[in-house]
């Protein structure tokens, strides 16, 4: 079967390297995986990074010669995903597009990161549910949107509740005992299948 390439987004303090578990997976199965370097480590203003993203999706159409791409979010990269998707035209060029544990309602977990990153990171201030930024992300989906979210029931950091995109199909999935719930996400393997079940979707 041939698939379309897909374009894995790191979040928040994050690495294209800390996708390694999710993109050898990918890559097993026989997808092509890009995976964009979004500096400084993911801290911008969402709004910025999401332009890095539509940069590296456009030299992926047209390298790899496809029209469209499937878009893998992960945690703070759903958030920017779903951004560069409602406004810098990301949905003419994504097939579809998965947030996996992305809290696109906020998450008051970023206060705790607020008096050592708050002065240099916009990111961080973007992602607390009071956040003006967010209603940008609650807009209707157009008809042709095809857009999953995975998230893991009690997650502290990004909970199921928080992740859910109104017109999305939303699926929530067990978790480990413990706090680790966050990071389990691309280890996980209920919710790999499930995103290989969205992926292989024609």
Avoid at 150 to 175: H, K, M, T, W, Y
Avoid at 186 to 196: A, G, K, N, Q, Y
Wanted: glycine share 10%; with cysteine.
């Amino acid at each position: 079967m041939s698939h379309p390439p897909v374009v894995l987004v790191h979040g928040f303090l994050a690495t294209p390297t800390l996708m390694s578990p999710m993109r050898w997976r990918l890559e097993r199965g026989g997808r092509r995986v890009v995976t964009p370097k979004l500096s400084p480590l993911c801290i911008q203003d969402v709004r910025k990074l999401a332009r890095q993203l539509d940069v590296t999706v456009e030299r992926a159409r047209r390298e790899l010669g496809q029209e469209r791409v499937d878009v893998v979010g992960v945690s703070q990269g759903g958030i920017l995903s779903l951004w560069w998707a409602h406004h810098v035209g990301g949905w003419s060029k994504v097939r579809r597009l998965v947030l996996v544990g992305s809290p696109v309602r906020g998450t008051w977990a970023a206060a705790a990161g607020l008096p050592v990153l708050g002065a240099v990171s916009r990111g961080i201030w973007q992602m607390l549910p009071s956040s003006p930024f967010l209603p940008e992300l609650d807009v209707d989906l157009p008809s042709n949107a095809d857009l999953t979210t995975l998230s893991i029931r009690g997650d502290p950091v990004c909970p199921a509740e928080r992740c859910a995109v109104r017109g999305a199909d939303n699926q929530v999935f067990d978790g480990p005992p413990g706090p680790l719930k966050h990071q389990y996400l691309i280890f996980s393997r209920p919710v790999f299948r499930h995103l290989e079940g969205v992926l292989d979707r024609r």
